[in-house]
């Protein structure tokens, strides 16, 4: 090899350790644990008296309240006896009875006063850190090919919250809860 060819031979080989340096110091910087927290796994017992609500909603409480709140709905269903609103771009549901009080309401997210305690996708037990035990109701179905049951398959929890004379349910199937209802309490 001439004097030439390793010139361009040790030239070429900095270059790639230069660049191979240069790699390894940007990536180091985009280091980052990994951690199962979460910033609902992280939050501490409730334990205030402010009455919950699901998305910022409360049976009981006049639908007027709940217009001003979210705007005029996108949609209504029910004709006579109790109603059921929809707004677009929301995922809350507020069923009212014929003298315009909310009887039901269906959302993402518990709020006690201004603060957000549980959404929809958090798990039972950040849930149960969160809200406490409360009471569980399981659900199950029959295992086996359908005509033939080999006893019962577990499908989801249920975790039921008494908060002021109303009912909080918050469904968990698989690893997360779904969408919350609170109702009277009977």
Known sequence: MNSAAKSVFVFDFCLVLLASCFCLAVLTGCYRQATDA???????RYTRIEPWKIDGVRPGQAF???KQLFGE???IRGKTGP????????????????????LE???SSVIAGDKTLVTSG????EV????GPGKVRKSSRPKGSGVISFGQEHIGTTLIY??????????????ATGHFLARRSP
């Not at 149960?128 to 809200?131: A, K, P, R």
């Open 38 to 44: 979460t910033a609902a796994s992280t939050q501490q």
């Open 128 to 131: 149960v850190q969160i809200l």
């Open 122 to 125: 958090a798990n039972e037990v």
């Open 73 to 75: 709905p996108r949609e």
């Open 105 to 107: 309401v269906m959302g």
């Open 162 to 175: 008494e908060n002021g004379g109303v009912r909080f349910e918050l469904p968990v199937f698989g690893e």
């Open 64 to 66: 007027a309240e709940v």
């Open 83 to 102: 109603r059921t609103a929809f707004w677009a771009g929301r995922d809350t549901a507020v069923t009212y009875d014929q003298n315009g009080r909310v």
